[in-house]
């Protein structure tokens, strides 16, 4: 049973960062495509952030591109996502995923395990 379990969101002002973590168990997480999603207040869940089973491959928002990063510590089950220059728009609950079948990691659609979403709050 894939279990997700997300930490590090909060408040902060605008231009500051925060840095979230997600532990993954109960499957591969060597193999398996892990990402970063969030939802803002009556908007739909939007694709933030993906990495690759490999670690090597990395897909972007364009919204987030050049201020937020994403990366997976295969010791720890851990993905990480650092987020910088952070805006007001960037306000929502951030939830981990993953995608256990491990192939096209890009593509937002496959990813179909969920951790419980951690709040993050950007004030102006």
């Known amino acids: 049973q894939v279990q997700l379990v997300e930490s590090g969101g909060g408040s902060v002002q605008t231009g500051g960062s925060l840095t979230l973590s997600c532990v993954g168990s109960g499957y591969s997480f060597s193999t398996s495509c892990m990402g970063w999603f969030r939802q803002a207040p009556g908007k739909e869940r939007e694709g933030v952030a993906t990495?690759?089973?490999?670690?090597?491959?990395?897909n972007y928002a364009d919204s987030v591109k050049g201020r937020f990063t994403i990366s997976r510590d295969y010791t720890k089950n851990t993905i990480y996502l650092q987020m910088d220059s952070l805006k007001p728009e960037d306000t929502a609950m951030y939830y981990c995923?993953?995608?256990?079948?491990?192939?096209?990691?890009?593509?937002?659609?496959?990813?179909?395990?969920w951790g419980q979403g951690v709040q993050v709050t950007v004030s102006s």
């Open positions: 995923a993953a995608d256990i079948r491990g192939v096209r990691c890009h593509s937002w659609s496959r990813y179909n395990s």
């Open positions: 990495i690759f089973a490999g670690g090597g491959n990395t």
